[in-house]
C-alpha cells in the first residue's frame, strides 16, 4: 500500500489530486502486469495446488541466499523459475546461466572459475570466469548432475566459502553470489552410481524446489493452450483435440506442447483441429527418444530393487 499524508494541512490540494490519480493508474497498470505474469508465465503457471504451492516457494526463497536445488524434467521451466528467483530476490547484480552439458568437460572449470594470462597454453590474456561475472547477483549452473565428480569436489569449496582461484593464478578471489542449480536427472539415483556428490547434493538442496511434469498437473493444460493460442491461427479446437491433448502424457512436458501447437497451427488446414492432433504429436522428433530414456531409467532402478523384469515391461 501507498501512504500519503498531506502535512499540517487537513486537505490536499487540486494539483496534488491530479497527481495522485495519476499515480493510482500507473499502479493499477503495475499490479495488473502482476497479475498477468502470476498466471501466465511459461513453467510456473497453472492453477493446481502444486504449482500454487511453487508460486508461493518461489517467492518464499527468492529472498533469502541459501542456494536452491531445482529439480524436473526437461521443458519443464526449470531455468525459467530460476531466472524469477533471481528478479524477485532484489539482487543488483546480473544472473549468469553455467550451462553445463553446451561446454566441453575440458573447458568446463576455466568458464567457471577463469584463468590467468600464461595459466595455460591458449591463455593470452586473463579471463575472468563466470563466478566473477555473477558476482553480487546470482549464478545458475544448469544441469549440474553433467558435471564431473572430480570439479563437483571444487564446486563445494566454491559453495561453502565463496572463494576461488583462477588456473594459474595464486591468489584466492571472493564473490557474492547466490547459488542455483538445477538437474532433470534422478538426483538420488546418482548418488548411488556414485556420479554425484552426496555432499555436494546436502549442500545444494537446503532449499529444495521441484517442478512436477505436465502429466501430473493435467488441469493446467487448458490454461497453457490457451497462452499459446496464437499459434493454433484462430482455429477452433474440439473435442477430439481435447480428449487427445488431456491424455497424452507429454514426456518433452510444456515445451513439447508448446512446439506441437506451432506446429499444428502451420499445418493442419480448416477451421478446426480434432483428432489430427495426434499426428502432430507422433512427428515430434523428441518424443519417442525422450520417453524411452524415462522409461528405462525407470526399469534400471526397479531391477535394482529385484523386481522383475517381465512386471516391469508389462507396466510400460
Known amino acids: 500500500f501507498l501512504y500519503i499524508d498531506s502535512g499540517d494541512r487537513d486537505y490536499f490540494s487540486q494539483s496534488e489530486t491530479e497527481v495522485f490519480k495519476i499515480m493510482g493508474k500507473l499502479l493499477s497498470e503495475v499490479i495488473s502486469k502482476i497479475k498477468i505474469n502470476e498466471n501466465h508465465i511459461e513453467g510456473i503457471c497453472g492453477k493446481s495446488e502444486v504449482i500454487k504451492r511453487i508460486k508461493k516457494l518461489v517467492l518464499k526463497y527468492a529472498v533469502e541466499d541459501d542456494p536452491i536445488f531445482i529439480l524436473g524434467e526437461n521443458g519443464s521451466g526449470k531455468s525459467h523459475i530460476a531466472k524469477l528467483i533471481h528478479e524477485y530476490s532484489g539482487r543488483s547484480g546480473p544472473f549468469v546461466t553455467v550451462n553445463t552439458p553446451s561446454i566441453p568437460e575440458n573447458l568446463l ?53 565463496k572463494t576461488f582461484r583462477r588456473l594459474g593464478d595464486l591468489l584466492d578471489r571472493k564473490v557474492d553470489v547466490r547459488i542455483l542449480a538445477a538437474t532433470n536427472k534422478d538426483i538420488k539415483h546418482e548418488i548411488k552410481k556414485k556420479q554425484f556428490r552426496q555432499d555436494l547434493f546436502y549442500r545444494l538442496n537446503e532449499l529444495p524446489l521441484e517442478i512436477p511434469p505436465l502429466r501430473k498437473r493435467r488441469e493446467d493444460i487448458k490454461l497453457f493452450v490457451d497462452i499459446f493460442k496464437d499459434f493454433l491461427k484462430g482455429k477452433h479446437l474440439t473435442k477430439d483435440f481435447w480428449d487427445v491433448v488431456n491424455h497424452y502424457r ?15 497451427g502451420l499445418s493442419i488446414e480448416g477451421e478446426s483441429i480434432g483428432k489430427e492432433i495426434s499426428e502432430i504429436i507422433d512427428t515430434m522428433d523428441n518424443m519417442n527418444e525422450s520417453e524411452m530414456d ?23
Open 109 to 161: 572449470e576455466n568458464e567457471i572459475f577463469g584463468y590467468q594470462k600464461g595459466g595455460h597454453s591458449e591463455a593470452k590474456k586473463d579471463k575472468p570466469g563466470l563466478v566473477e561475472i555473477g558476482d553480487g547477483g546470482t549464478i545458475f549452473f544448469d544441469e549440474i548432475a553433467e558435471i564431473s565428480f572430480s570439479l563437483q569436489a571444487k564446486l563445494l569449496q566454491f559453495i561453502e566459502t
Open 250 to 264: 507429454w514426456p518433452g512436458n510444456v515445451r513439447e506442447l508448446r512446439s506441437v501447437l506451432r506446429r499444428a
Open 294 to 316: 524415462l522409461d528405462f531409467e525407470t526399469l534400471e532402478r526397479q531391477l535394482e530393487k529385484g523386481e522383475s523384469f517381465f512386471d516391469n515391461i508389462w507396466r510400460m
